[in-house]
């Protein structure tokens, strides 16, 4: 370690400090009560979440009522597995029945979702607990704003800073343990990240691993779910729990779901690595940049084959990304446009408008382009398993509304992996200034959510950068 680790050792005897894979053991055997469990969340939530905001909604009585019911089926011996008695969160762009959806905009109508999305109907199948609904950029694009309803959620690392976006209450919820688990959603880096900037693990799953039905659409041929968790085991066994195929949804793929878990052995021996410096190396913060590097050769200790590649310029994959997104986001909300664009937030009008100007050729030349990157990217993986780069280009930014606007930097860490439609982790690999954390993206071909994990889990295995929790406060922002 060259500094040391922000935060606190956490308190084990709270059952809120631990993870899935921890508690999993517990709760099967009986020797903790999802009640327990739920109560001591919701605990910590109402103590410290004032000063985050990270939930829009806390659903205390739904998840107290589903406790008791996964606490007697587990008595019962009707134990249904390792997310059996988990709470978790929903970003609120995800539908769950009998709870209102905001989407954290004015637009929204107050009124309960009538059922619920794809990935909560697998999630409560497999006994998770729904705790409620978190923050995010309004319709998963407009933000950080602070002209909303609800105030952007904060880091828990810092609160003079923000946790990324747009799944932000989403990483912020996890990092502060108020739940072990949330789902959020990606479209060009939404829930990598504010895993990088929570210093959590997030994965953008194979575009199609898990259903958008029932999800607010972003962008429709890029929109992805994902697991937002504490660890990369974490996150391998929530995956497990809600991916699957939906008919119901047209991009959902039908493929078979393994145990993910069981690829963490550990082992990377062997495993032969592309490294993306020319995405990073120029553009990055000094601190992101020697970070990454500092963790690839950490893989190189590991056994792996690292191999410094070089890519398309990054900018390109964020131009053509940003051109797909403005058509589609425009074809999204011109109604809304046309007759109450008042009722936008500042930031989601502005990034929408201009997609009145992209005409039918823009968007079919920056879809033919986006096939050429991606035929690029998906060729290394003939000669290599997977290819790492930095998490995010710099740590977290302020929480100050008038800092300059992240979406007008034109580059950005993720948005190769989204047109590509791979899957990518962001797992955490240091501190730098302010206490923020620093992360590294793995990613691999389609559907090798497997080979993504195992490179994590080893990497995590080696490292303690997930051994401490923020410290937090009680009360609300000032």
């Known amino acids: 370690m060259d500094m040391p680790l922000p935060g606190t050792v956490p308190d084990l005897a709270d059952p809120a400090m631990l993870g899935i894979a921890e508690l999993a053991p517990l709760l099967k055997s009986g020797s903790l009560s999802p009640v327990t469990l739920v109560r001591s969340c919701l605990d910590r939530i109402a103590r410290f979440d004032p000063g985050l905001r990270s939930f829009i909604t806390v659903t205390a009585e739904r998840a107290l009522a589903q406790a008791s019911a996964a606490e007697a089926e587990i008595a019962a011996g009707h134990y249904r597995g390792p997310f059996h008695g988990i709470p978790y969160g929903l970003k609120d762009i995800v539908d769950a029945q009998g709870v209102v959806t905001t989407a954290h905009s004015r637009l929204m109508p107050d009124m ?12 409560d199948a497999a006994g998770g607990i729904m705790l409620g609904k978190l923050g995010t950029f309004e319709f998963a694009l407009g933000g950080p704003s602070w002209d909303l309803p609800w105030p952007p959620p904060l880091n828990p690392w ?7 976006g747009s799944s932000s209450g989403s990483g912020s919820a996890v990092a502060a343990r108020f739940i072990p688990a949330a789902i959020g959603t990606d479209t060009g880096g939404s829930v990598r990240w504010p895993a990088a900037c929570c210093g959590i693990v997030g994965l953008k799953p194979t575009y199609g691993l898990l259903s958008r039905r029932g999800v607010q659409p972003n962008t429709f041929s890029l929109d992805h779910c994902g697991p937002m968790t504490r660890t990369v085991r974490d996150c391998a066994l929530m995956l497990a729990a809600c991916a699957g195929h939906d008919p119901l949804d047209p991009g959902s793929a039908n493929e078979p779901i ?43 200790r590991l056994g792996a084959i690292v191999e410094t590649i070089e890519l398309p310029d990054l900018g390109d994959f964020c131009d053509c990304k940003t051109l797909i997104s403005m058509s589609e986001l425009y074809t999204i909300h011109k109604p809304d446009l046309l007759t109450r664009p008042e009722l936008f937030g500042a930031k989601l009008r502005q990034r929408v408008i201009g997609g009145v100007y992209i005409r039918a050729e823009d968007y079919l030349n920056a879809q033919r382009w986006r096939n050429d990157l991606a035929r690029r990217l ?13 998490g995010w280009l710099n740590t977290a930014d302020p929480a ?68 401490r929790v923020p410290t937090l406060k009680t009360g609300a922002v000032a």
């Open 112 to 123: 309960p979702a009538t059922d619920d999305a794809h990935v909560t109907k697998l999630l």
């Open 158 to 164: 810092n609160t003079g800073f923000l946790p990324g």
């Open 258 to 300: 393994p145990d993910y878990a069981a690829a963490l052995t550990g082992d990377i021996a062997g495993l032969r690595i592309g490294l993306v410096r020319n995405w990073y190396a120029t553009d990055a913060t000094a601190e992101v940049t020697a970070a990454t590097d500092r963790a690839a050769e950490m893989l190189a």
């Open 378 to 390: 998906l060729s290394e993986f003939s000669r290599f398993d997977a290819l790492v780069t930095a």
């Open 400 to 467: 100050d509304p008038d800092h300059s606007d992240f979406m007008r930097r034109g580059r950005n860490m993720t948005m190769p992996f989204s047109l590509a439609g791979v899957p990518a982790v962001s797992v955490p690999i240091g501190f730098g200034a302010n206490d923020l954390p620093i992360a590294m993206q793995i990613a691999a071909k389609p559907f090798a959510e497997a080979t993504v994990l195992r490179i994590g889990d080893a990497y995590e295995r080696a490292t303690d950068w997930t051994a």
